[in-house]
């Protein structure tokens, strides 16, 4: 059910681990949908130089998480908040349908992480405070994100 | 692939085993004839059929005239249910069932339900019984069907049937059971349970797929679900699979006279796996009755990692398994069974259920083992559930 590069992703996952001193960390998703994301990045001079994650999950959570640090390793901020869920699967090969909603989960981890270094580097604005932070765990409802590219994919 | 695959998922299919074969292969080669034609090629496949009949009926205690051949036990299922349904002419029909039962019958409720019955689905305790009080509780005036299974499919705990059935017809209920994991594995005789209606599947016990069966008790009206020609007396159309109802005659007499030794052997596997687990890795958590259940289902929770991950990851060392884990049921919710045990989402999504069979050796287990504590602490190296675990020393116990 799982491309190749899938199972390549999820047998050998690239960057596990942690960052410390991390200039900014993003955790997604929630326990009871039965996967979370955390994604830690080391930020210089506006380049992601360095990005380690850990995820609780199935083989595509574990599989997207890898491939959407590789996607953003080397790339400036505004590069990889660009990277989309879809591009997430494309270079994957695919995600069966069932698997799409842990490509956006992927995205959304980017999303918090450099949420998070921007907050702590006061470049948030209080309008972006306000509104959602990325953490779908927060409200439990990434599952239900309509921006996202929910079509499926094949088999 | 690899080279060899240690098959440990005996709950969701058996191999063939060769004396079955060879019991079917007539029937599936110059025995073609239809079992409901006159000549000679129809009436010996009439025979065989007859035959097959009368060895599953002595098999489970009941009369030949009492058991149904249908194509799956899922069918059976849905047969037995709606069919009570159907033939009860009453208004305002009640019917029961478990929280944990098999989709065979858990849907069948549910669509049901949506055409207007009354349904009560009964909750389990933490080991997964029915209690039944707990059903003697839900018994209406309207009640005229209870369906629970004998063991559970997931964590192999086994109900107190004879009890549960005894109450169901003191309210005037038929009971139904769906026997798919039991028959084979555990006695089973229907007169001793108390049941009227009974489902079973070959594929279960080392007979063949596509073949299922449904026993009725003498004189519990249950209306056809398939309509067609006179075959199965009229109750079941459909022209007889013969070499299914051979192959499932031939495992379950072999199923039975090797019944003891047979479970004994599964009971050796279960608990030698069980003890290497608990004694090898921390944070895990046995799912089910510890003693009233099969004896050759494991189901065990590995906290902080989720199903999906860890199957693969045994299959990729060569073990066929099986978890209730959202990923593996096609939702974002964990196994139903799981999750009616009273388990939290998180540990129901890190199970794994084991269930044993015929080629699985103690040296299969010792190597299960082996893998499983290197997988484990792989993913829980990877996940940030343990992470916080470890940081924080935070996590809701269930050890035990």
Known sequence: MYSEKVMDHFANPRNVGEIENASGVGQVGNAKCGDIMKIYLKIENGIIEDVKFKTFGCGAAVATSSMATELIIGKTLDEAQKITNKAVMEALDGLPPAKVHCSVLAEEAIAAAIFDYRKKNGL???????GC???CGSCGSHDLHENHNFQDEEE | MQEKTIYMDHAATTPLKPEVLEAMMPYLTTHYGNASSIYGIGRENRKAVDFARNAIADSLGA???EIFFTASGSEADNWAIKGVVEANKTKDKHIITSAIEHPAVLNVFEYLEKQGIDVTYLPVNAEGQVLPETLRAAMKP???LVSVMIANNEIGTIQP???LAAIAHAGGAVFHTDAVQAVGNIPVNVRELGVDLLTFSAHKF?????IGALYVKKGCKVAPLIHGGHQERGKRAGTENVPGIVGMAKALTLAV???????EKL???REKAKDGIFSRIPHVRLNGHPTVRLPGNLNISFQFIEGESLLLLLDMKGFAASSGSACTSGSLDPSHVLLAIGLPHEIAHGSLRLSFGDSNTLEDVDHLVENLVGIVDRLRQMSPLYEDFVKNNYAISVDR
């Open chain 1, 133 to 135: 932070n990325g953490c």
């Open chain 2, 267 to 269: 009971l050796l596997l």
């Open chain 1, 124 to 130: 948030v604005s209080e309008e972006e405070e306000e």
């Open chain 2, 63 to 65: 009369s030949q005239t």
């Open chain 2, 161 to 163: 049937i004879s009890e």
């Open chain 2, 142 to 144: 309207g009640t005229i």
């Open chain 2, 257 to 263: 006279e090797n019944m003891v030794v047979h479970s």
């Open chain 2, 206 to 210: 080392y007979g063949p797929k596509g």
